[in-house]
């Protein structure tokens, strides 16, 4: 588990790294700023926290930033899961965000990572009637998250891309480490 300390070293790290590099090496501030939704799969099961549990996450969320520089946007994001083929008598949340810095790699190719955290909780119903039900607590917790990934950018029309992801799901629960593949569909202004 990450202590504190660790992660806020890591933090300030991360911005003391990216942001001067970014913000402060260019004068050019010319602005803008995109947004939009995403989808994420998660391709680990949840079965590593039981073996009667089936399914794998789905996170449907949201991220948006502001361009720094030419080549480095800084912004937050953050979504909530659920199960996708998930047992019929599971109940699973999950729910993150945080910061996010991206770097451009090329005119359809960049880099992101989020630094935030988040919470999930898992919990099987073992009786059920029409008038009680009785829930068994798998596992729940709160967790600090690396979530570093790269993008393909497709644009649709000046103001709109679609993007497709591929990354790490990586906080500090070792039973929810996902590798992940998404599409977000991004609106605004592209500085390129």
């Not at 109940?91 to 451009?104: I, N, P, R, T």
Request: aromatic fraction near 14%; glycine fraction near 18%.
């Amino acid at each position: 588990m990450i202590s504190k300390e660790t992660f806020l070293k890591v933090f300030i790290g991360f911005v003391l790294l990216l942001f001067p590099m970014g913000v402060m090496a260019e004068t050019s501030t010319a602005g803008g700023g995109r947004g939009g939704p995403f989808l994420e799969y998660h391709a680990n099961p949840l079965s590593r926290f039981d073996p009667g549990v089936t399914g794998s996450p789905i996170v449907i969320g949201g991220i948006g930033y502001a361009w720094a520089t030419s080549k480095f946007r800084l912004g937050g994001g953050g979504g909530g899961g659920f199960l996708w083929n998930g047992s019929d008598n599971l109940s699973f949340g999950l729910g993150y965000g945080g910061m996010v810095g991206e770097y451009v790699i090329g005119n359809w190719f960049n880099a992101r990572l989020l630094i935030g955290g988040g919470g999930y909780s898992i919990s099987k119903v073992t009786f059920e009637t029409d008038s009680s039900k009785i829930v068994q607590k798998i596992n729940s917790g709160g967790f600090i998250l690396f979530h570093p990934s790269v993008n393909a950018e497709i644009k649709i029309y000046s103001w709109a891309s679609l993007v497709l992801t591929a990354g790490y799901f990586l906080p500090n629960v070792g039973k929810l480490h996902a590798f992940t593949c998404g599409v977000n569909l991004m609106f605004g202004t592209n500085r390129r």
